[in-house]
């Protein structure tokens, strides 16, 4: 469906450029400005000390700002239809109460890799985390947050981030859609909203983030085809120590959108999809989900039975070397 809306709006010249849901994208930002500042806000402040922290209280940081990204990816318009859905308060107040709905929590593992690398890095040598973005809006800004943290805890080095080539999914993020929200922080009257845009665009500009498109990612292939249809894909992800995958679709297009049993391991429904370490981090909203504990999804089921779908449940999937 997305593919026919573009095919018709590049056919129809002066508006051959046009997102259809750009208004929607931008006022999911606007509408979550208390947010932004809130986490603007506590970015910059732990910047100031990052140096300082001990080895656990890193950790405890990596985990807070991976379940604001986790928590950010409920901020999807593919899911309510078009209708505004933002982030209207701040969300770093409710991660305690929200850890209970924490399905698969790799977290650990992220950190022992991450911190390892860190480790063991070379003077000159560069630890590259890639990010596969979902939604814009605030959501992007948990992602951004994320890569922020990500270079200044020295965890990584260098993030890539992969976004869509044309307008998708309603809320999905574009090249545009990228600039912009940086654009838009650099010029707001929050002196630490600003201090983000300004810091952003400067890793832009030297090429610390690295922001990359693909058509694969709008295809209909599952991942495991990538290697066959988009081999160039393929080997840049290859090179990268990490790759998050961000959202709901993409943990589809990982899994293969079948009906897998919840208890079939993550690697195995990955069915030979292993270019790099990765991690899914996802809220569910499709009726797939693996890696479960023997009894938890039934019991979920029994209790929510339409648990799959709301939202209401995230994960922090991983897989990793053998």
């Known amino acids: 469906m997305y593919r026919r809306i573009h095919e018709a709006i590049i056919q129809s010249p002066p508006i051959d450029d046009f997102d259809i849901f750009k208004e929607l994208k931008d006022q999911n930002f606007f509408e979550s400005q208390e947010s932004v500042i809130a986490l603007c806000t506590h970015l910059q402040e732990l910047r100031k000390t990052i140096e300082d922290l001990d080895e656990n209280q890193l950790k405890n940081e990596f985990f807070k700002i991976l379940q604001i990204s986790l928590w950010g990816n409920k901020c999807d318009l593919s899911l309510s239809g078009g209708e505004h859905i933002s982030q209207k308060t701040n969300i770093m107040n409710s991660l305690e109460d929200l850890k209970p709905f924490i399905l698969v929590n790799d977290m650990d593992r992220l950190w022992s890799l991450l911190s390892n690398y860190k480790k063991t890095r070379q003077k000159e040598s560069v630890t590259r985390v890639d990010i596969v973005l979902d939604n814009s809006g605030f959501e992007l800004i948990t992602d951004l947050v994320l890569a922020e943290f990500l270079l200044s805890s020295q965890l990584a080095t260098k993030i890539h981030f992969y976004g869509k080539t044309i307008p998708w999914f309603v809320s999905d993020t574009t090249l545009h859609d990228f ?35 693909h058509i694969f990612w709008t295809l209909p292939h599952d991942f495991s085809t990538m290697s066959q249809v988009a081999p160039d894909l393929h080997a840049a992800l290859q090179k990268a120590h990490l790759i998050f995958f961000k959202g709901d679709l993409n943990y589809r297009k990982l899994t293969g959108d079948r009906r897998w049993e919840f208890t079939i391991p993550f690697r195995e429904a990955l069915s030979g999809f292993h270019p790099a ?13 693996v890696g479960l504990q023997p009894g938890q999804g039934e019991q979920l089921t029994a209790s929510e039975p339409n648990w799959l779908t709301t939202g209401k449940y995230g994960v922090f999937q991983f897989d990793g070397p053998l």
């Open 277 to 289: 370490p990765l991690c899914s981090i996802r809220t569910l909203k499709a009726e797939v989900q």
């Open 179 to 213: 600039n912009w929200i940086i654009k838009q922080l650099k010029h707001s009257n929050n002196k630490w909203v600003s201090q983000c845009g300004v810091d952003w665009e400067d890793h832009i500009k030297t090429g610390r983030w690295v922001y990359l498109d």
